[in-house]
Every structure is written in C-alpha cells, then in structure tokens.
C-alpha cells in the first residue's frame, strides 16, 4: 500500500504518469509497505500468459528475492525511477522516505533495487555517473542503499507513520532495533534475485 497522501498526475508522453505527494512526508516515513492485496505472482504463471499480460507485468511489478513478481494493487505500481530517489526499499517489505518530500514534488525509487529483468538505459540525470539501471545493480549499490535507510530510519519513531501497521510480525523488531540503535540487521542486499542461476520463466 502507498502512503495515502498522494495522487497520480501525468507528466509528458516520454515518461506518463508518476505519483505526487499531496501531504508533506518527512524523512523517516514509511511510503509503501507490501500488504494483503498486493498480486504475488509465480514465474510459472507470469510463463503462461499471453504477450500482451506479461508485458504489462513486466512494466508494472517487480521481482522479489524468490522471483515472483509482485504487482502493486494501488499507485505503488507507478513510481517512477530516479538515481536520486526519494524512497528507498529494505529488507523487510516497505520503502521508506531517505528525505523530505515536499508537497507537489514526485515520489521515486531506485530501480536497481527491483530485480529488472533486462537492463535499460536512463533519462540523464546530473551528480550521478549511473546511466543504466541493471539486474544486478543490488550487488553494486546495495552499501549506498543501506546507509540511507539507516539515516531515514533515525527519525521513524518521530514522525506519523500511517503505515506502520502493515510492516510484518517477523520484521518489527528488527525495524525497532534499526531505529532505535541504528543498527540495519539485514541489508536490502538479500532481496536480490539472481536471474543467471534461477529459472527465467
């Protein structure tokens, strides 16, 4: 589920659609966490669909450590890539604000924490040298990653956190732990999907 604060708004015909903030959300805010009515989907089931379905999972959902895709039920499905986003992903199934998002300004996410199957190329942007987003960008970028949501996760228990009830009975103490000691027990590194190894249907 998405924070509640936001709205999709069309952008231009390049990029489509993307998710504003109508609300402003402070560093620390827990911004999606995967919940109940969220689509998980196995490989073999995504195999047998027609071309037309699998290209719009393909676009829409993203691959969990095991594969299978998962298909954001609400807006989650529709925010868009930055080098410099502004929600990052964890270990424990929920993104989280790494600073604070204005109202009106776009919410993002760093692909490379996705398990895309196949590489792209980016809209350019300055103060990075990344210009492709890549399969395996969890292995490379991952410190960068945590060191963030270490960061964000030091102001979790000051600020409103309207979707704290959907972080998982097995992940919050460690989420306690990570805010209160700020100490990260699992890096976003072990969500990482090895295509090469593992089954591509």
């Keep these: 589920m998405l924070f509640p604060y936001t709205k999709l708004r069309y952008i231009n015909d390049k990029i489509g659609f993307g998710v504003f903030a109508t609300k402003f959300i402070p560093k620390g805010t ?4 995967l919940d109940e009515l969220d689509h998980i989907l196995e490989p073999e089931f995504v195999a047998k669909l027609d071309k037309q379905r699998r290209k719009f999972l393909n676009k ?5 450590k095991n594969g299978q895709y998962i298909l954001c039920w609400d807006l ?11 929600c990052i992903g964890t270990a424990y199934d929920f993104e989280i604000a790494v600073r604070d998002i204005l109202p009106g300004e776009q919410l993002t996410n760093d692909y490379g ?3 895309i199957g196949t590489s792209f190329e980016c ?12 399969p395996d960008d969890l292995l490379h970028f991952y410190k960068d990653w945590d060191g963030q949501v270490i960061e964000a996760l030091k ?3 000051d600020v409103e956190q309207p979707l704290i009830h959907l ?3 097995e992940f919050k103490e460690k989420v306690m732990i990570a805010a209160k000691e700020h100490i ?17 249907k």
């Design 60 to 64: 829409y959902s993203y691959r969990n």
């Design 76 to 86: 989650g499905r529709y925010l868009n890539h930055s080098f410099h986003a502004n």
């Design 113 to 115: 924490t996705l398990n």
């Design 123 to 134: 809209i350019p942007e300055e103060g990075t040298n990344r210009k492709r987003v890549n």
């Design 167 to 169: 972080i998982r009975p």
């Design 184 to 200: 990260l027990l699992d890096s976003i590194k072990s969500n990482y999907y090895d295509h090469s190894s593992k089954s591509k």
């Design 30 to 33: 827990i911004t999606w966490a």
């Design 155 to 157: 102001h979790f228990n």
